[in-house]
């Protein structure tokens, strides 16, 4: 099972960039996604998640509001709509498919899920 992802590049503070993440029907009917992003020389860390059925979300507080995941089952592709972009967003961004633990949907903002699956990331870089 394949995540490619596309989107990302230079984009000016205040911008908006979509990254897209696509997969197989299998992924997207059984899994959840998530998007991480990585700061050079740190760990990834998720900045949102969505349950395979799209009905939650669940964001890091430095985001919301201003980035938004969906899922488009149709399609088998998951997005993260970024807008009002800020220069400490400037990241490697990860799309990943992943398995809801025992204790059910994480409570926001925890992103906390089996992963299995990822994409090959895209960069992301804001500046003027």
């Known amino acids: 099972l394949e995540l490619v992802q596309s989107g990302g590049g230079l984009i000016k503070p205040g911008g908006s960039l979509r990254l897209s993440c696509a997969g197989s029907?299998?992924?997207?009917?059984?899994?959840?996604i998530a998007w991480f992003r990585q700061f050079p020389g740190k760990e990834r860390e998720a900045v949102s998640c969505i349950t395979s059925s799209g009905s939650h979300e669940n964001y890091i507080s430095s985001v919301k509001g201003r980035f938004s995941i969906s899922k488009d089952n149709d399609e088998n592709t998951a997005y993260l709509q970024m807008t009002n972009l800020k220069p400490a967003d400037t990241a490697a961004y990860y799309c990943?498919?992943?398995?809801?633990?025992?204790?059910?949907?994480?409570?926001?903002?925890?992103?906390?899920?089996?992963?299995?699956?990822w994409g090959q990331g895209t960069q992301v870089t804001v500046s003027s």
């Open positions: 990943a498919a992943g398995r809801v633990m025992a204790g059910g949907w994480p409570e926001e903002p925890s992103c906390s899920l089996e992963y299995d699956h």
């Open positions: 029907a299998e992924v997207f009917d059984y899994y959840a």
